[in-house]
């Protein structure tokens, strides 16, 4: 009887802990789309193996650059393609802080149809790092 209850008590544990699990992989992405920093580390807190690049895409789409410099710090790797989607979108800031962070400029440059994108990059690859230079 004493046994029964406790594997009881382990399983309605383990359920809960799923739960949650799958509660934090759902509300992560519509979190980073929002641009909610604060609420992002603390699901990266609750669950240490979600995607940092996941979240830096979204971040990206939606133009967060508060939360894209902090997914960076966290350690966000896909920086060329996030990059690729700032330069579709026409994201100059956001294209120039990804290729200050280390994207590589030549991945936005096959992309970009935007001139004054175009230049940004190509100063960057140049190694002059103000783009209004």
């Not at 800031?93 to 001139?115: C, D, F, H, W, Y």
Request: charged fraction near 30%; charge should be positive; hydrophobic fraction near 35%.
């Amino acid at each position: 009887m004493v046994i029964r209850k406790n594997l009881s008590r382990f399983f309605s544990w383990v359920k809960r802990k799923c739960r949650t699990r799958r509660s934090l992989e759902f509300d992560y992405v519509p979190t980073c789309k929002n641009g909610d920093v604060k609420a992002v580390e603390q699901l990266l807190i609750d669950c240490p193996d979600l995607s940092l690049d996941e979240g830096l895409i979204s971040a990206v789409e939606n133009n967060h650059e508060v939360l894209t410099t902090f997914l960076i710090a966290k350690g966000a790797k896909k920086l060329d393609e996030c990059l690729e989607i700032a330069v579709k979108k026409g994201n100059c800031s956001m294209a120039e802080l990804l290729v200050q962070k280390g994207a590589t400029p030549v991945a936005g440059i096959r992309v970009s149809k935007s001139n004054n994108i175009t230049r940004m990059l190509y100063r960057h690859e140049n190694g002059r790092e103000n783009c209004y230079n």
